[in-house]
Protein backbone atom coordinates (compact mmCIF):
# COMPACT_ATOMS: atom_id res chain seq x y z
CA UNK A 1 0.00 0.00 0.00
CA UNK A 2 1.43 3.20 -0.92
CA UNK A 3 1.47 6.14 1.45
CA UNK A 4 1.64 9.73 1.05
CA UNK A 5 3.30 12.53 3.17
CA UNK A 6 0.25 13.36 5.15
CA UNK A 7 -0.31 9.68 6.52
CA UNK A 8 1.62 10.47 9.11
CA UNK A 9 -0.45 12.97 10.73
CA UNK A 10 -3.51 10.85 10.75
CA UNK A 11 -4.38 9.08 14.66
CA UNK A 12 -2.99 5.29 14.27
CA UNK A 13 -5.59 2.29 15.34
CA UNK A 14 -5.56 -0.57 17.88
CA UNK A 15 -8.05 -2.78 17.46
CA UNK A 16 -10.36 0.03 15.49
CA UNK A 17 -9.60 2.68 18.33
CA UNK A 18 -8.08 5.40 17.93
CA UNK A 19 -4.34 5.80 19.51
CA UNK A 20 -4.73 9.78 19.68
CA UNK A 21 -6.02 9.65 23.32
CA UNK A 22 -3.74 7.47 24.63
CA UNK A 23 -0.40 9.54 22.79
CA UNK A 24 -1.90 12.62 24.63
CA UNK A 25 -2.41 10.96 28.33
CA UNK A 26 1.77 9.33 27.84
CA UNK A 27 3.26 12.56 29.12
CA UNK A 28 1.63 11.93 32.24
CA UNK A 29 4.09 8.79 32.68
CA UNK A 30 6.97 11.21 32.63
CA UNK A 31 6.18 12.83 35.86
CA UNK A 32 7.74 11.28 39.03
CA UNK A 33 5.79 8.81 41.14
CA UNK A 34 4.38 10.62 44.50
CA UNK A 35 7.04 10.57 47.75
CA UNK A 36 6.75 11.49 50.95
CA UNK A 37 9.35 14.00 50.57
CA UNK A 38 9.14 17.42 48.05
CA UNK A 39 12.18 16.68 46.16
CA UNK A 40 13.63 12.93 46.38
CA UNK A 41 15.94 12.96 43.52
CA UNK A 42 17.11 14.71 40.78
CA UNK A 43 14.99 14.33 37.77
CA UNK A 44 12.61 16.24 40.78
CA UNK A 45 14.72 19.00 41.34
CA UNK A 46 15.10 19.84 37.24
CA UNK A 47 11.83 19.58 37.28
CA UNK A 48 10.62 21.66 40.01
CA UNK A 49 13.73 24.36 38.64
CA UNK A 50 11.75 24.36 35.05
CA UNK A 51 8.20 24.46 36.50
CA UNK A 52 9.63 27.32 38.35
CA UNK A 53 10.68 28.69 35.50
CA UNK A 54 8.18 28.47 33.29
CA UNK A 55 5.63 29.94 35.76
CA UNK A 56 8.16 33.04 36.33
CA UNK A 57 7.84 33.54 32.74
CA UNK A 58 4.71 33.31 32.04
CA UNK A 59 3.54 35.09 35.15
CA UNK A 60 5.97 38.02 34.03
CA UNK A 61 2.67 40.02 32.10
CA UNK A 62 -0.01 39.63 34.14
CA UNK A 63 -1.15 41.56 37.49
CA UNK A 64 -1.83 40.05 40.72
CA UNK A 65 -5.37 39.30 39.99
CA UNK A 66 -4.12 36.60 37.19
CA UNK A 67 -1.83 34.95 38.77
CA UNK A 68 -4.34 32.45 40.24
CA UNK A 69 -4.21 31.21 36.57
CA UNK A 70 -1.11 30.16 37.05
CA UNK A 71 -1.58 26.46 37.74
CA UNK A 72 -3.48 25.63 34.33
CA UNK A 73 -1.31 27.58 32.01
CA UNK A 74 1.73 26.06 33.32
CA UNK A 75 -0.14 22.74 33.45
CA UNK A 76 -0.76 23.69 29.49
CA UNK A 77 2.50 24.59 28.80
CA UNK A 78 4.07 21.67 29.70
CA UNK A 79 1.02 19.16 28.01
CA UNK A 80 2.54 20.83 24.73
CA UNK A 81 5.67 21.22 25.43
CA UNK A 82 5.95 17.36 26.09
CA UNK A 83 3.62 16.58 23.52
CA UNK A 84 5.48 18.62 20.97
CA UNK A 85 8.79 16.92 21.79
CA UNK A 86 7.39 13.13 21.76
CA UNK A 87 6.26 13.79 18.67
CA UNK A 88 9.78 13.80 17.15
CA UNK A 89 10.49 10.78 18.52
CA UNK A 90 10.12 8.02 15.10
CA UNK A 91 7.32 6.04 15.02
CA UNK A 92 5.28 8.50 17.22
CA UNK A 93 1.55 10.39 16.67
CA UNK A 94 2.47 15.06 17.74
CA UNK A 95 -1.91 14.98 18.46
CA UNK A 96 -0.49 19.29 17.82
CA UNK A 97 -0.25 18.77 14.34
CA UNK A 98 -4.22 18.04 14.28
CA UNK A 99 -6.34 21.55 13.92
CA UNK A 100 -9.11 19.91 16.27
CA UNK A 101 -7.05 18.98 19.08
CA UNK A 102 -5.37 22.53 19.41
CA UNK A 103 -9.12 24.43 19.04
CA UNK A 104 -9.88 22.31 21.77
CA UNK A 105 -7.07 23.87 23.59
CA UNK A 106 -7.59 27.13 22.23
CA UNK A 107 -11.05 28.15 22.24
CA UNK A 108 -12.03 27.32 25.66
CA UNK A 109 -9.27 29.24 27.36
CA UNK A 110 -9.67 32.07 24.94
CA UNK A 111 -13.35 32.38 26.06
CA UNK A 112 -12.81 31.83 29.51
CA UNK A 113 -10.48 35.27 29.56
CA UNK A 114 -13.37 36.64 27.44
CA UNK A 115 -15.74 35.56 30.09
CA UNK A 116 -13.13 37.01 32.66
CA UNK A 117 -13.04 40.48 31.29
CA UNK A 118 -16.74 40.29 30.60
CA UNK A 119 -17.75 40.13 34.31
CA UNK A 120 -15.26 41.98 35.88
CA UNK A 121 -15.21 44.97 34.25
CA UNK A 122 -17.00 44.98 30.89
CA UNK A 123 -17.55 48.23 30.22
CA UNK A 124 -13.34 48.11 29.68
CA UNK A 125 -13.45 45.17 27.84
CA UNK A 126 -15.93 46.27 25.74
CA UNK A 127 -13.65 49.26 25.25
CA UNK A 128 -11.11 47.84 23.48
CA UNK A 129 -13.75 47.25 20.16
CA UNK A 130 -13.66 51.06 19.77
CA UNK A 131 -9.97 52.87 19.98
CA UNK A 132 -9.97 56.90 22.05
CA UNK A 133 -10.67 59.20 19.50
CA UNK A 134 -12.18 57.29 16.62
CA UNK A 135 -13.88 60.01 14.26
CA UNK A 136 -17.93 58.86 13.93
CA UNK A 137 -18.29 57.80 10.56
CA UNK A 138 -15.32 54.92 10.86
CA UNK A 139 -16.99 53.88 14.56
CA UNK A 140 -19.52 50.87 12.59
CA UNK A 141 -16.35 49.53 10.97
CA UNK A 142 -13.76 49.78 13.61
CA UNK A 143 -16.48 47.96 15.74
CA UNK A 144 -16.83 45.50 13.30
CA UNK A 145 -13.20 45.03 12.97
CA UNK A 146 -11.83 44.90 16.02
CA UNK A 147 -14.70 42.31 16.78
CA UNK A 148 -13.38 40.13 13.72
CA UNK A 149 -10.13 40.06 15.20
CA UNK A 150 -10.95 39.47 18.37
CA UNK A 151 -13.18 36.63 17.62
CA UNK A 152 -10.50 35.61 15.03
CA UNK A 153 -8.11 34.87 17.74
CA UNK A 154 -9.26 30.90 18.86
CA UNK A 155 -8.74 30.27 15.23
CA UNK A 156 -5.23 32.12 14.99
CA UNK A 157 -4.27 30.31 17.96
CA UNK A 158 -4.74 26.65 16.59
CA UNK A 159 -3.45 27.35 13.10
CA UNK A 160 -0.13 28.92 13.76
CA UNK A 161 0.67 25.56 16.43
CA UNK A 162 -0.63 23.09 13.14
CA UNK A 163 0.59 25.15 10.65
CA UNK A 164 4.19 25.52 12.54
CA UNK A 165 4.13 21.60 13.59
CA UNK A 166 3.10 20.62 10.11
CA UNK A 167 5.46 21.91 7.93
CA UNK A 168 8.47 21.15 10.40
CA UNK A 169 7.42 17.47 10.15
CA UNK A 170 7.29 17.28 6.85
CA UNK A 171 10.33 18.52 5.92
CA UNK A 172 11.74 16.38 8.25
CA UNK A 173 9.78 13.65 6.18
CA UNK A 174 10.87 14.97 2.47
CA UNK A 175 14.26 15.29 3.20
CA UNK A 176 14.56 11.68 4.81
CA UNK A 177 12.86 10.64 2.00
CA UNK A 178 15.52 12.57 -0.45
CA UNK A 179 18.67 10.63 1.73
CA UNK A 180 17.60 7.09 1.50
CA UNK A 181 16.96 7.59 -2.03
CA UNK A 182 20.48 9.35 -2.73
CA UNK A 183 21.72 6.64 -0.73
CA UNK A 184 22.69 3.87 -3.27
CA UNK A 185 23.00 7.15 -6.36
CA UNK A 186 25.25 9.12 -5.20
CA UNK A 187 26.55 8.34 -1.47
CA UNK A 188 28.30 11.89 -1.25
CA UNK A 189 25.17 13.87 -1.79
CA UNK A 190 23.01 11.50 0.64
CA UNK A 191 25.89 12.22 3.35
CA UNK A 192 25.23 15.86 2.78
CA UNK A 193 21.42 15.68 3.01
CA UNK A 194 21.58 13.51 6.26
CA UNK A 195 23.73 16.74 7.69
CA UNK A 196 21.07 18.93 6.85
CA UNK A 197 18.38 16.50 8.09
CA UNK A 198 20.34 16.86 11.45
CA UNK A 199 19.83 20.31 11.57
CA UNK A 200 16.67 20.67 10.29
CA UNK A 201 15.66 17.85 13.20
CA UNK A 202 17.65 20.30 15.75
CA UNK A 203 15.90 23.47 14.90
CA UNK A 204 12.40 21.46 14.70
CA UNK A 205 13.31 20.51 18.58
CA UNK A 206 13.40 24.38 19.32
CA UNK A 207 10.16 25.09 16.87
CA UNK A 208 8.39 22.31 19.23
CA UNK A 209 8.99 24.17 22.04
CA UNK A 210 9.14 28.31 21.40
CA UNK A 211 5.40 26.99 19.38
CA UNK A 212 4.38 25.63 22.94
CA UNK A 213 5.66 28.95 24.97
CA UNK A 214 4.19 31.08 22.09
CA UNK A 215 0.64 29.56 22.55
CA UNK A 216 0.46 29.59 26.26
CA UNK A 217 1.88 33.19 26.57
CA UNK A 218 -0.48 34.97 23.74
CA UNK A 219 -3.08 33.23 26.36
CA UNK A 220 -1.83 34.81 29.22
CA UNK A 221 -1.47 38.51 27.18
CA UNK A 222 -5.28 37.94 26.31
CA UNK A 223 -5.80 37.27 30.52
CA UNK A 224 -4.40 40.71 30.84
CA UNK A 225 -6.13 42.43 28.65
CA UNK A 226 -9.29 41.38 30.73
CA UNK A 227 -7.97 41.80 34.19
Known amino acids: MNLSFFDQFSSPYLLGMPLALLSMLFPILLLPS ?14 SW ?8 LMMPLNKKGHKWALILTSL ?18 PTTQLST ?26 HLLPEGTPTPLIPALIMIETTSLLIRPLALGVRLTANLTAGHLLIQLISTATIALLP ?9 TLILLLL ?14 FVLLLSLYLQENI
Open 77 to 94: MMFLLTVNLLGLLPYTFT
Open 50 to 57: LLHLITKQ
Open 102 to 127: NMALAFPLWLATLLTGLRNQPTVSLG
Open 185 to 193: IMPTMSLLT
Open 201 to 214: TLLEVAVAMIQAYV
Open 34 to 47: PDTRWINNRLSTLQ
